[in-house]
């Protein structure tokens, strides 16, 4: 055996190593902390109270 055989890497493909809480950023300040994810907001709270009622909602 003159050739050496490649090593395959074996596992998580790449796409799906990294995710996770780490990942996830405000659009706006790129804070991690207190994000609101739902309806795809992506925003932290503190940037919600800025933008919140531009982007739709209304305070009540």
Known sequence: MAEKEKKK???V???HKFQGKGLR???FCGSARALIR???L???RR???EVGESVGF???
């Open 13 to 15: 493909p790449l796409e």
């Open 38 to 40: 739902s309806y795809g």
């Open 9 to 11: 890497s074996k596992g």
């Open 58 to 60: 209304r305070k009540y």
């Open 42 to 44: 992506r925003i932290c």
């Open 25 to 27: 950023k405000c659009r």
């Open 47 to 49: 940037c919600f109270r």
